[in-house]
């Protein structure tokens, strides 16, 4: 079966400053997560990608902007059923506000029973993203063959709950994943009753966070990292 080379978008205006975006209008990426994606081209030299996916949102859209600049004719296509959870009431508010919401403490415990108010459930956002990626995943491969790849970019959650599937986890676990910005997680679905593969999770090329007393330490050990929605900055 093909392989799906899964990106989060990079980092945005509002995962710097600690709010949950959302379906928010207006948020784009940030002065780093712009780097990052220019740095997406490099990243991806060399691999002969079929089609392109992607979440509507504008974060998204700019990711793959100097991807998209670089290779013209690769086949994009926009999908509403990977766009960002819809957290509802909880849209731009600051995470550390959210925190003391009574909620968070079934978002953080028991996420398959979390519904955010006005919103949609956690477990409907999984259902809808899962079953939009192994139908691109089957449309890849009947027009482009068995060992096509192609690249989806959608938003930290989603990639949450697309792992957990494929790693066949409870939804109540998938707090236990947390894909950077602008990362790439790779998965191979096989036919049933084959289960996928988790070929390589998160990979951003970049290790600084884990040099102790640097500003890139500082940066990915923030609070807002290991916040329980959003997928963190």
Not at 52 to 63: F, I, K
Not at 194 to 221: I, M, Q, S, Y
Request: some cysteine; overall charge negative.
């Amino acid at each position: 079966m093909p392989t799906l080379l899964l990106l989060r978008h990079g980092r945005t205006t509002a995962n710097s400053s600690g709010l949950l975006a959302g379906r928010a209008p207006g948020v784009g990426l940030d002065e780093y997560g712009a780097a990052q994606a220019a740095a997406l081209p490099g990243r991806l030299t060399g691999i002969p990608l079929a089609l392109v996916v992607h979440s509507p949102l504008q974060r998204c859209v700019e990711t793959l902007a100097p991807l998209l600049a670089r290779r013209g004719d690769l086949p994009t296509h926009a999908d509403e059923r990977i766009t960002e959870c819809e957290y509802g009431e909880w849209t731009g508010r600051a995470l550390g506000e959210l925190a003391g919401e009574p909620l968070m403490a079934t978002v953080r415990s028991h996420p398959s029973a979390a519904v955010f108010p006005g919103g949609e459930s956690l477990r409907g956002m999984q259902a809808r993203v899962v079953e939009a990626v192994r139908d691109w995943d089957a449309r890849v491969a009947a027009e482009h063959g068995q060992e096509a790849i192609w690249l989806m970019c959608t938003h930290g959650d989603n990639i949450k709950a697309i792992v957990a599937d494929a790693l066949g986890l409870h939804l109540d676990l998938f707090q236990r994943i947390a894909p950077h910005p602008a990362s790439v997680t790779a998965i191979r679905y096989g036919a049933p009753p084959t289960a996928p593969l988790l070929l390589r999770f998160g990979d951003t090329g970049d290790l600084a966070e884990f040099v102790p007393r640097t500003e890139a330490a500082a940066r990915d050990a923030a609070e807002a990292t290991r916040a329980p929605v959003g997928g963190g900055a």
